[in-house]
């Protein structure tokens, strides 16, 4: 059955229709080329993989790269975009056989379509590596090899040894395991001449922070053996690629952001289902499957993808051999054989968390089931374009949930399509992560004056804390610093800030850290502890070993922390004028306890339960912005008889809420807290706070964009159906007071004012 038909059918259904809340068709868009100069050999190979002519962005991409400029691509999905950087790299190849070239995704996994790909392309060039062939392995080195955590330890040795053209890494392995131990790797480094960061949008927030570390300490290995190399990066559509790029590697891009591929008619559509949207989710499923469609359903945890599976397999048994779940707990091998089977059509539909949304081609796939807003603009797209790759019509079909934002998009579809993308906000400044990545950067290559990627005469103040703090030791001749512990990256984890907490199973194995706020936040005694859509309940937190032990479970709950906060201004650093209010920007000091947490069920996230624990307070520096509510509001605010503390608490909620509009971050990397009466101003007081140590430049992001950001927030109150406040306007799942008390009237009449 063709997509409009099928469309057509379902809309015939009452039941359906009455729940499209938005029917938007795009139309498709034609290609625009243009033309490639290669070399006969090289043109002949492509064009025997179907690539005859090139694409307008792929042309200028590739001729910017030739004159020698760092260039950063942002183009949709199936845009070919891989065709950019592995043309240059063959091309440097073909010249100088000795070349080497370095491409480094964010997660493991994503390297193996990519990696197959460009070696097929150099075997029918006639290229190989300096291969080994040991009979007693028989291990055979192809010229670009995978190096990551899921290369056995033979293979890696194999690799350094023998060094192949490319390798394929991600940043995890590029900073314990390349950088750390660069003199084994003299030869790669001394011949780098590309370095690919493919996914860039995926580097945000403190993950982003911290790898824009390890690529600057990239560069200063790569110019202490000789070379400069090339920077090539490659991001799906978010609002600042060439700043995020540039703050990512510290150098100057040229951006290519116009794109010349065709793209196939699609139909989205919004669904606000008047039951469960999981419910709505897996009849749609089951639809699409019956219809012939090959579809993906995306959710937001493990748990909703294998009930999602459960109740298909429960409800349509034909079906149970055509779909798969898909998860990142798979193993590798089960993962590639999942994605094997959708691009040969073996299986027909598939039930995936975000494990599906970055890298990986899965075929021709006609249909997308969205179980709930992505949150964000960009994941919507990326997960979108999963669909009609291979020139069919495709639907995309959104199934809101009870939150703010999904019922935002809900009530205004013409938000979501005219809306510009997040911003992507990192922040290389932090005192903590720098204090992690500058004993790193020493103990590679030691700190010097005149260093060629460090600014050490800005750092001079950070560089000087971590000397007391015997992190670094001054060099006798003075000017100069070195690590005073032999493996310092062994201690600076890249995906959490401040001090890490080890999160460890029944077995001990590690599956993951956490560090400082978000320990006792996520990582309480009894809290359900999600990771990589896998469900833990912890056992234990060790605040002296630095470890949480938890062990796997299988709920159909969530847990939420009850907390006390408190906050101190230490820095006013800005402040805006913004008519009847002002709003200030600075650093904070916050104190938070937790004090207990509740059980809430899954799916309506209604109150199972209420434990009481007994935690240390937790303190630590942070970024945010603070607004003084002035007597004549607040005098206002009586007058109509809004309740003061609930129209404070519930406008707080309502503007933390609305951060991911306008920057790529979860709700859960915001803090709030409102005073009636905050002791240094003597007057009420509403403080919105980055949830992490140092800050990572959420709020500040905020703060540029206050008058659609608080627009965004009256909308969200004012066209709530409900009267007194609800998970789609006012009450956030991780209030750490129990959304106690909240007057949504009076938020109402508090952002109608701030942004009258």
């Not at 240059?88 to 000795?98: A, F, K, M, N, T």
């Not at 205004?412 to 992690?436: C, G, M, Q, T, Y």
């Not at 949830?691 to 659609?708: K, N, S």
């Amino acid at each position: 059955m063709s997509i409009t038909a099928f469309l057509e059918s379902l809309e015939k259904e009452r039941r359906f229709a009455l729940q499209v809340a938005e029917h938007r068709y795009i139309p498709p868009l034609q290609p625009r080329h243009r033309k490639l100069d290669l070399r006969e050999d090289l043109k002949d190979v492509l064009k025997s993989r179907g690539i005859g002519r090139f694409w307008s962005h792929q042309v200028e991409a590739i001729d910017l790269i030739r004159q020698g400029e760092n260039v950063v691509v942002m183009t949709p999905t199936a845009s070919g975009k891989s065709l950019i950087y592995n043309v240059p790299v063959v091309e440097s190849l073909i010249e100088d056989p000795g070349a080497k070239a370095l491409y480094v995704f964010p997660l493991k996994g994503l390297e193996q379509d990519q990696v197959k790909n460009l070696n097929d392309i150099f075997h029918a060039l006639g290229i190989g590596s300096e291969t080994t062939v040991r009979p007693s392995s028989r291990i055979h080195l192809e010229p670009a090899e995978v190096y990551d955590g899921d290369t056995t330890p033979y293979r890696r040795k194999l690799i350094r040894e023998k060094l192949p053209g490319v390798i394929f890494t991600n940043p995890d392995m590029l900073h314990l395991a390349l950088n750390a131990f660069h003199e084994k790797w003299e030869a790669f480094f001394r011949n780098l001449r590309y370095v690919v960061v493919d996914e860039i949008h995926a580097y945000r927030g403190v993950f982003g922070s911290n790898v824009a570390h390890v690529l600057r300490r990239l560069r200063r290995i790569c110019d202490h053996w000789g070379s400069a190399p090339r920077f090539i990066a490659c991001s799906a559509t978010i609002a600042n690629p060439q700043a995020l790029a540039e703050g990512l590697v510290g150098l100057p891009f040229r951006p290519v952001l116009e794109s010349g591929s065709p793209r196939s008619g699609r139909h989205f559509l919004f669904l606000n289902p008047f039951e469960s949207p999981y419910t709505e989710a897996t009849w749609l499923f089951i639809e699409c499957l019956r219809a012939g469609l090959k579809t993906i359903v995306f959710t937001k945890a493990r748990k909703i993808t294998e009930l999602i599976y459960r109740w298909t397999v429960d409800r349509a048994p034909e079906l149970a051999e055509k779909i798969s779940p898909y998860r990142a707990g798979f193993l590798p091998k089960e993962r590639r054989e999942i994605e094997q089977k959708l691009f040969s059509g073996e299986l027909l539909g598939v039930v995936s968390t975000s494990a599906l949304e970055l890298g990986v081609d899965i075929g021709g796939l006609d249909a997308c089931i969205l179980a709930g807003y992505p949150g964000s603009v960009s994941s919507t797209w990326q997960r979108a374009g999963r669909v009609g790759r291979h020139g069919q019509e495709s639907a995309i079909f959104m199934i809101g949930i009870q939150d703010a934002l999904d019922q935002y998009f809900m009530r205004h579809p013409d938000a979501f399509f005219e809306r510009s993308h997040e911003a992507a906000v990192i922040d290389p400044d932090n005192e903590s992560i720098l204090k992690r990545h500058l004993p790193c950067a020493a103990a590679e290559v030691y700190l010097r004056e005149d260093d060629t990627v460090y600014d050490v005469k800005a750092l001079r103040p950070v560089i000087d804390e971590c000397v007391r703090e015997g992190l670094l030791g001054p060099g006798k001749t003075g000017g100069i610093w070195f690590s005073r512990k032999r493996m310092p990256q062994l201690d600076a984890g890249i995906r959490a800030i401040g001090e890490p907490f080890a999160i460890v199973d029944d077995f001990g194995k590690a599956i993951g850290e956490l560090s400082g706020y978000r320990v006792f936040r996520e990582a309480f005694p009894g809290a359900i502890y999600l990771h990589r859509g896998r469900q833990y309940r912890v056992v234990e937190l060790d605040l002296e070993r630095k470890k949480v032990f938890c062990r796997e479970a299988d709920v159909l709950y969530y847990t939420q922390a009850r907390s006390k906060e408190e906050t101190e201004i230490i820095e006013k650093k800005d402040l805006r004028e913004m008519g009847r209010f002002s709003v200030s920007r600075g650093t904070l000091n916050m104190t938070n306890r937790v004090t207990g947490y509740e059980k809430k069920n899954l799916f309506d996230r209604t109150r199972i339960s209420r434990h009481d624990l007994a935690m240390p307070e937790y303190t630590f520096a942070t970024e945010g912005l603070w607004i003084e509510i002035d007597s004549d509001t607040e005098a206002a605010i009586a007058s109509h008889g809004y309740e003061l503390a609930g129209t404070l608490h519930a406008a707080e909620h309502a503007i933390v809420a609305c951060i991911p509009l306008f920057a790529l971050c979860d709700k859960g990397d915001i803090g709030g807290l409102s005073y009636t009466l905050y002791p240094h101003f003597a007057r009420p007081a509403i403080f919105i706070y980055d949830g992490y140590e140092g800050g990572i430049g959420l709020t500040a992001r905020a703060f540029g964009v206050i008058e659609d950001w608080f627009e965004a927030a009256l909308l969200v109150v004012t066209e709530c159906p409900c009267e007194e406040g609800c998970p789609s306007c006012v009450q956030d799942p991780q209030c750490g007071s129990g959304n106690q008390p909240l007057d949504k009237e009076g938020a109402k009449f508090l952002l109608e004012r701030w942004t009258a």
